[in-house]
């Protein structure tokens, strides 16, 4: 097949067009300096494929002035870059590359709510700007997870940037520190209660019983 002409109208992935120039007589339209209708007149006899992008496709001007023209293959689900008209008034088959890319792009759809949804680029610019606060501590955990003495410190000397406690230490006594700081949010144990979380947890209990007595 080496002597049949294909054009190929934008520089693409290489692997594309290194495999082209192995089975065809590749035309790159990007090296040509002459102007259109002086390279189409030079080729327009010889091409009878068009390889296109989302960049470059295949317009009425193009298809019309490749007599020969079979096909237009287009590097791209999208063929939004090709007179599909004008190729259907002249019989030319029009191809794309559906299906092969819908996990890459789902992969990059998904990031891209995330990054969103969850402000990634923000962050990462607060990051770098230096102006990170000093961090904030959570404790919905029973058991000695924190110090609280050294938490009650650490927050009054700003050491913590702030506090969100749904667990103390003496419960339900909470050191009177906490109460004036407005960086604090202080709740009482309540992190479990809800009727989701709460059958479950008796069943829960109940089987424990069960299993034993």
């Not at 079979?70 to 088959?93: F, N």
């Not at 891209?112 to 501590?137: H, M, P, T, Y």
Request: with cysteine; hydrophobic share 45%; glycine share 6%.
């Amino acid at each position: 097949m080496n002597n049949i002409s294909v054009l190929m109208t934008c520089p693409m992935f290489a692997y594309l067009e290194e495999e082209l120039e192995t089975r065809f007589n590749l035309i790159k339209l990007w090296n040509h300096s002459s102007s259109k209708p002086e390279f189409f007149k030079s080729y327009s006899s010889f091409i009878k494929a068009v390889v296109g992008s989302t960049k470059l496709g295949a317009d009425a001007e193009m298809i019309d002035s490749l007599p020969n023209l079979e096909i237009v293959a287009s590097y791209s689900v999208g063929p939004d870059k090709i007179d599909l008209d004008k190729c259907k008034e002249k019989g030319i088959k029009v191809t794309n590359t559906p299906d092969v890319l819908t996990d890459d792009v789902a992969d990059l759809a998904i990031g891209l709510a995330l990054a969103v949804l969850r402000k990634v680029c923000v962050c990462d610019q607060f990051v770098r700007s230096e102006n990170w606060i000093s961090g904030i501590l959570i404790n919905i955990g029973r058991f000695a997870h924190v110090d609280e003495p050294e938490l009650v410190s650490a927050l009054l000397e700003g050491r913590l940037g702030g506090a969100g406690l749904d667990v103390f230490e003496n419960e339900p006594k909470v050191p009177a520190q906490l109460f004036s700081l407005e960086n604090v949010v202080l709740v009482p144990h309540v992190g479990s209660d809800t009727e989701e979380t709460s059958k479950p947890m008796a069943d829960l209990v109940i089987s424990n019983l069960e299993a034993i007595l």
